[in-house]
């Protein structure tokens, strides 16, 4: 396959290093788009994603309309409390953020591996490092084009996914819903910048980019698959099929007293999944999205207040990793090695 | 001949270091899945002595012992959840460098300059992929025999060993089919970069976008060992349930759990039903590799793009 064509024009005389960094992060963003690869994994992403919204979007149209036939009735016949609706049609998005916490890590490796490998395999690497453009820079560029496709790709499934909500399950969004949903797309543009970064460390660290792509597919594997499940299949009550305090004949009060008895089991289980990225990427975006119901109540405020250590964990793995890039770029090898890229 | 390029892909294999990483990652995974089953065995215990005394306390009897509920094998049952993941992870690279490696080093066009039949050069790559493959889970089964020994502190009955080596044998089918589409993508794109990522999502689409779409599993769902289809109530499940039997990912799990006896039994017709679409999946895939093998240009190698 032929690589991406686009140039990079350094007028190194008069630019600034600001300057350099967008035309970098230009050519990234273009070259990105132009590769049949990403295109066909975001292809995947972006209809799986429509996919499942489109499915919950059906079955809420039905809950919705049952919902109104009841409120109309009871208008009708005077009643004076009408229960409040129950339905949340932001929790119709719970799909769509575990395809982006799934198969967009996955996107966001292959595009920091993409990134180095393109520059390297085309030999295009040498030549630009003996331009007056810093590996910072570089790295700084190459971040900045990679966020700028993942904000794009964010953005398509976002308006997909809200106008599925308002077509298909006939409930429009309002606007404090949709600050909620744009807040939960900002979480995921830093999930995936993250995952971009071990894309591009592995990739610029390894001799063979290759190689640096199969490490950085198993730390996803083990970061966004192994370590949540390993949680869920430590807590208690999902040892039995059916819930295992429901098998003992105790309510949540019992479960209560008797988890009083495990903490250190607990702590190790929470442990566990805090140790897991995805994990905080998780309960923040549900948390936004009203997936679980003892959010859905809250003020926003309540909700950051609830969310306050995912988001320090989510700005904590940004930083190191956006630090790791930078110094990774600077040690990278700048030709092809090991015959295969 | 067939032996002769078999031997030489193993021995090319066994010094591929992230291929060896991600064997140790296997095996470390199925003694953490018996650590994740001793925990459990564990807490149920635990929590069943709590449960009896405060239930004592306030005058109720004690509940039958929900441990007796879990079926001896259940052990090992995240099993059928690692399988799908880090199995399927080291079959999409055995199946890539078992030809991207001919393919990058220019070995390929070498070989194939001298009087050598195609069918036996695939012939000796898939023997060795299906062998390699075979050796793993053999050593996956080996450290879950290992686990169910410590755990239960008695030798697992036969007809337990026997559910085993049957997952296993299941397994070792499912992951073939990932080592085909390892090997596939190599010989359908130009780059091996590209070639491991198309690998990585057919397999993408295979355990988690497929699944959504027959049964309405989302993606987290896929991870439990056991999961329940959605009601075919909608109008849009009552089409796709069709393509159900189809959904390999699915009927893996399903047909494990009923080997493993996880979940209600079922006639082994049945679970034999559900495992030939993934036969019919391997023997499809594999015909494709000889075609592609057969038509591919040798004398064109990744080094010299």
């Given at each position: 396959?032929?690589s991406p064509s686009s140039t990079i024009s350094v007028n190194t005389a008069?630019s600034?290093?600001?300057?350099r960094?967008?035309v970098i992060?230009?050519h990234e963003?273009?070259a ?83 990134s180095v490998s393109r520059e390297r395999s085309n030999r295009t690497l040498p030549l630009l490092l003996s331009r007056p453009v810093t590996p910072?820079e570089l790295a700084?560029g190459n ?61 610029a ?124 770029f600077?040690?990278q090898p700048t030709v092809p090695q090991?015959?295969?890229q | ?305």
């Amino acid at each position: 396959m032929s690589s991406p064509s686009s140039t990079i024009s350094v007028n190194t005389a008069t630019s600034t290093p600001g300057h350099r960094v967008l035309v970098i992060a230009r050519h990234e963003y273009r070259a990105a788009v132009r590769s049949r690869i990403l295109i066909v994994l975001l292809g995947i992403l972006v209809v799986a994603t429509a996919a499942s919204v489109f499915i919950a979007s059906a079955e809420y149209a039905g809950r919705l309309a049952d919902y109104q036939a009841y409120r109309a009735a009871a208008e009708a016949g005077g009643v004076a409390r009408i229960a409040p609706s129950p339905l949340a049609p932001l929790s119709l998005l719970r799909g769509a953020m575990e395809y982006l916490e799934i198969i967009g890590a996955v996107v966001a490796i292959a595009l920091g591996y993409l990134s180095v490998s393109r520059e390297r395999s085309n030999r295009t690497l040498p030549l630009l490092l003996s331009r007056p453009v810093t590996p910072t820079e570089l790295a700084a560029g190459n971040l900045l084009g990679a966020l700028g496709v993942i904000a794009t790709l964010v953005a398509v499934t976002a308006v997909v996914a809200m106008l599925c909500v308002g077509f298909i399950g006939h409930d429009w969004l309002n606007g404090i819903q949709l600050f909620k949903l744009a807040l939960a797309y900002v979480a995921a543009v830093a999930y995936m910048g993250v995952f971009y970064c071990v894309g591009a460390i592995a990739a610029a660290k390894s001799k063979v980019a290759i190689t640096g792509l199969m490490i950085a597919l198993g730390i996803w594997l083990v970061v966004v698959l192994v370590l949540p499940q390993i949680g869920d299949t430590l807590d208690a009550d999902n040892q039995i099929p059916g819930g295992l305090f429901a098998a003992l004949g105790l309510g949540h009060d019992g479960e209560v007293r008797i988890l009083a008895h495990f903490t250190t089991y607990e702590t190790i289980r929470t442990s566990i999944e805090t140790a897991s990225f995805a994990k905080h990427f998780e309960r923040f975006a549900f948390a936004m999205t009203d997936v679980k119901e003892r959010f859905r109540s809250l003020s926003l405020p309540d909700l950051f207040f609830q969310v306050r250590t995912d988001i320090a964990w989510i700005l904590a793995y940004s930083i190191v990793l956006v630090i790791g890039l930078l110094r990774a770029f600077r040690k990278q090898p700048t030709v092809p090695q090991g015959g295969q890229q | 001949m067939i032996t002769t390029f078999a031997s030489q892909q193993i021995q090319s294999l066994r010094r591929q270091r992230i291929f060896v990483a991600l064997l140790i990652a296997l095996l470390a995974m199925t003694a953490v899945a018996g650590v994740l089953g001793w925990s459990s065995h564990n807490t149920i215990t635990r929590v069943y002595d709590e449960a009896v005394r405060l239930l004592a306390a306030d005058g109720k009897p004690a509940p039958p012992n929900p441990f007796l509920l879990k079926p001896s094998l259940s052990l090992l049952s995240n099993m059928v959840v690692y399988i799908p993941l880090l199995g399927a992870l080291l079959a999409l690279v055995l199946g890539h460098l078992s030809l991207a490696d001919d393919e990058a080093d220019g070995v390929g066009r070498l070989i194939f300059s001298r009087p050598v039949s195609r069918t036996h050069y695939v012939a000796g790559k898939l023997f060795a992929v299906a062998s390699v493959l075979a050796a793993a889970l053999a050593g996956s089964l080996l450290v879950g025999i290992g686990s169910l020994l410590v755990v239960n502190r008695a030798v697992p009955a036969i007809t337990d060993l026997g559910r085993l080596v049957v997952f296993y044998g299941l397994s070792w089918l499912y992951l073939m089919v990932f080592a085909l589409v390892g090997m596939i993508a190599v010989l359908m794109t130009r780059r091996t970069s590209l070639a491991l990522l198309s690998a990585m999502g057919v397999w993408l689409v295979i355990t988690f976008a497929v699944p959504q779409f027959t049964s309405g599993l989302r993606p987290t769902e896929s991870l439990n060992p056991i999961t329940n289809p959605v009601s075919t109530s909608q109008r849009f499940f009552q089409i796709t349930a069709f393509a159900r039997p189809y959904s390999v990912a699915e009927q893996y799990k399903a047909a494990s759990s009923h080997i493993l006896n996880l979940v209600t039994a079922e006639p082994v017709a049945q679970t034999i039903q559900r495992v030939l679409p993934i036969a019919v999946l391997v023997t499809s895939l594999a015909i494709v590799t000889l075609v592609l093998v057969e038509r591919h240009d040798f004398s064109r190698s990744s080094s010299n793009e």
